[in-house]
């Protein structure tokens, strides 16, 4: 099964997401060691695609707090061990220097990655969505994780890479 590993920020919306993806099928909560935050597994779908789907605490910047550095290699790890990424930005918030950095670290390390513009209902995200090109990581894809919306063209955009 392919492995999908949903990436970025706190507060994106990866949970959120990952719950739509989900359903009600259940999720497996793994234990990282030296974690406390726990990563979550389960079995996902979207449209016709079938996929191993990875939620992740959210990345920070390390800056030597202990927990932040775990939680970023938890990341990390998740990268490196799926087949592709999904990289969350809230497009009401717009790109912040965070998102900056972990676009970075992504171009440099995932093989295949979705830019995925979250909180897109409405029209508050429309700047958001531009700003989110300019990562240099492809066209990225409108979506209300919440709502719904945007699910048939991240289904587009993820079918060649999984
Ligand atoms: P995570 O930290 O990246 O896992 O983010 P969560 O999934 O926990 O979501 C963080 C907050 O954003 C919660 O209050 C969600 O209800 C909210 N949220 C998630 N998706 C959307 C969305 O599509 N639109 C809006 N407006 N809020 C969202
Ligand atoms: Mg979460």
Redesign the pocket.
């Given at each position: 099964m392919r492995k999908l590993a949903?990436v970025?920020?706190?507060?994106?919306?990866?949970?959120?997401?990952?719950?739509r993806l989900v359903g009600r099928r259940s999720a497996i909560v793994a234990d990282d060691p030296g974690t406390t935050r726990d990563r979550r597994e389960g079995a996902g779908r979207l449209a016709d695609l079938e996929f191993t789907v990875v939620?992740?605490?959210?990345w920070e910047e390390a800056k030597g707090a202990a927990l932040e550095a775990r939680m970023r290699r938890q990341t990390e790890q998740a990268v490196k061990d799926a087949d592709a990424v999904l990289f969350?930005i809230?497009a009401?918030a717009g790109v912040t220097p965070l998102d900056k950095s972990f676009a970075q670290w992504l171009r440099a390390h995932a093989r295949k990655t979705v830019t995925v513009a979250?909180?897109?209902?409405?029209r508050?995200g429309v700047a958001g969505v531009a700003e989110a090109f300019g990562l240099g990581l492809g066209e990225p894809v409108p979506?209300?994780?919440?709502?719904g919306?945007g699910l048939a063209d991240l289904r587009d955009a993820l079918a060649p890479l999984i």
């Open positions: 949903l970025g920020r706190p507060n994106v919306g990866k949970s959120t997401l990952f719950n939620d992740t605490a959210g969350l809230d009401r979250n909180k897109c209902e409405g508050d979506l209300s994780a919440e709502h919306l």
